[in-house]
C-alpha cells in the first residue's frame, strides 16, 4: 500500500464523518437558529427552551437520512475490509 493510498483511505474517511454528521447537526443548527431567534423576539431567556426541538429535530432528521447514512457507512466499510483482504491475501 502506497501513501498515495493511505492518503485516500484518510480522505475517504473525512468524507464519510462529514457526511454521516452532517444531516443531524445540520438540523441542530436549523432549530437552535431559530429557537434563538424566537427567544430574542420574545425575550424569554431560558437555556433549556430549545433542548427538546433540537433533540427532536436530530431524531427527524435520523430517521430520514438514517438509510442514507447507513448505505455510506457500509460503502465505506466494504471499502475498506476489500482492501485489507488485497493486502493480506495477495
Same mark, same amino acid.
Given at each position: 500500500m502506497t !501513501?498515495? %493510498?493511505v492518503a485516500a483511505l484518510m480522505r %475517504?474517511? +473525512?468524507?464519510v464523518t462529514v457526511k454521516l454528521g452532517g444531516p443531524p447537526l445540520l438540523a441542530a443548527l436549523v432549530v437552535g437558529l431559530? +429557537?434563538?431567534l424566537f427567544q430574542a423576539v420574545t425575550? $424569554?431567556? !431560558? #437555556?433549556t427552551l430549545a433542548f427538546v426541538p433540537k433533540v427532536m429535530? $436530530? @431524531?427527524v432528521a435520523l430517521m430520514?437520512? @438514517?438509510s442514507f447514512m447507513f448505505a455510506v457507512l457500509a460503502d465505506y /466499510? &466494504? /471499502?475498506l475490509v476489500d &482492501? +485489507? #483482504?488485497e493486502l493480506g491475501g495477495g
Amino acid at each position: 500500500m502506497t !501513501e498515495a %493510498d493511505v492518503a485516500a483511505l484518510m480522505r %475517504d474517511a +473525512m468524507l464519510v464523518t462529514v457526511k454521516l454528521g452532517g444531516p443531524p447537526l445540520l438540523a441542530a443548527l436549523v432549530v437552535g437558529l431559530l +429557537m434563538s431567534l424566537f427567544q430574542a423576539v420574545t425575550q $424569554i431567556n !431560558e #437555556a433549556t427552551l430549545a433542548f427538546v426541538p433540537k433533540v427532536m429535530a $436530530i @431524531g427527524v432528521a435520523l430517521m430520514l437520512a @438514517g438509510s442514507f447514512m447507513f448505505a455510506v457507512l457500509a460503502d465505506y /466499510t &466494504r /471499502t475498506l475490509v476489500d &482492501r +485489507m #483482504a488485497e493486502l493480506g491475501g495477495g
